[in-house]
C-alpha cells in the first residue's frame, strides 16, 4: 500500500474498520482455463467464511484499489486471455474474534459455486 500512495504523491493512509472488527484481505489468483477471453472477473463476488458467518466483501473501500494497482493491468479485473493468470483483491471487515477458514466463490452464472477452504 506504501508503494501505490507514494505513486500518487500521498503519505499512506488505512482508515480504521469498525469498532470490534478488523480488515481481512483475500488476495485470489485466478486462470483463464478456457479458450476464449475471459471478460472482466472480480474477487468482490467471493464470500469470505468464518466458521458458522460468512461476509461479503466491504464495498468501495481505498484499500482495495490500492492492492489492484499494483497488479499492472493484469489480472481478472482486466480480462484474461486463454491460459493467463494474474491477482485480484478484496476487503472484508470481520469481527477481531473471527478467523476466515473458507472462501465461497461463484462458478457461473447458473448459481453454482466452489468452496476454497484456507489452509493455516
Not at 474498520?17 to 472477473?41: E, M, Q, R, S, Y
Request: aromatic share 8%; net charge negative.
Amino acid at each position: 500500500m506504501t508503494a501505490y500512495y507514494e505513486s500518487i504523491g500521498e503519505q499512506p493512509q488505512v482508515p480504521s474498520p469498525d469498532h470490534g472488527n478488523k480488515w481481512c484481505i483475500l488476495t485470489a489468483h485466478a486462470k483463464n482455463i478456457g479458450h476464449v477471453p475471459l471478460t472482466a472477473w472480480s474477487a468482490d463476488v467471493a464470500i469470505l467464511n468464518a466458521g458458522q458467518d460468512s461476509y461479503n466483501a466491504d464495498a468501495g473501500f481505498d484499500i482495495q484499489q490500492a492492492y489492484e494497482d499494483t497488479s499492472n493491468g493484469r489480472g481478472p479485473e482486466y480480462g484474461l486471455n486463454p491460459n493467463a493468470s494474474g491477482p485480484d483483491y478484496t476487503v472484508y471487515q470481520i469481527p477481531t474474534t473471527a478467523t476466515p477458514t473458507a472462501v465461497t466463490v461463484p462458478t457461473s452464472d447458473n448459481g453454482g459455486s466452489a468452496i476454497v477452504t484456507l489452509g493455516g
